[in-house]
Nanobody, 114 residues
Framework: QVQLVESGGGLVQPGGSLRLSCAAS????????MGWYRQAPGKQRELVAT???????DYPDLVKGRFSISRDNAKKTVALQMMSLKPEDTAVYYC????????WGQGTQVTVSS
């Protein structure tokens, strides 16, 4: 297993940017798939970004062009850069790693509001 700790959430105005970070308890270089999910009140958790061990990335259409995921194997971190934020991006954001099962962080709140 791997422990994941998110940071960087907060309140941001519509159109603004925010960068989330996920720190892992062990090396992530061998973890094939990591990503970010989010869950808004009353809604199901949804995938917003995936990054693979070869550095390739994938995004759903709802965030494509606005969100960018990256990983730093040396620092054992995965980041999510979010731009052009909208009120509908408001949610708790969770870091995820597929490593001997599903591993989740505790989540960090992102609120987009004026």
């Amino acid at each position: 297993q791997v422990q994941l700790v998110e940071s960087g959430g907060g309140l941001v105005q519509p159109g603004g940017s925010l960068r989330l970070s996920c720190a892992a308890s062990r090396s992530i270089s061998s973890i094939y798939r990591m990503g970010w999910y989010r869950q808004a009140p009353g809604k199901q958790r949804e995938l917003v970004a995936t990054i693979y061990s070869d550095g390739s990335t994938d995004y759903p259409d709802l965030v494509k062009g606005r969100f960018s995921i990256s990983r730093d194997n040396a620092k054992k971190t995965v980041a999510l850069q979010m731009m052009s934020l909208k009120p509908e991006d408001t949610a708790v954001y969770y870091c995820y790693a597929r490593f001997f099962g599903d591993n989740w962080g505790q989540g960090t709140q992102v609120t987009v509001s004026s």
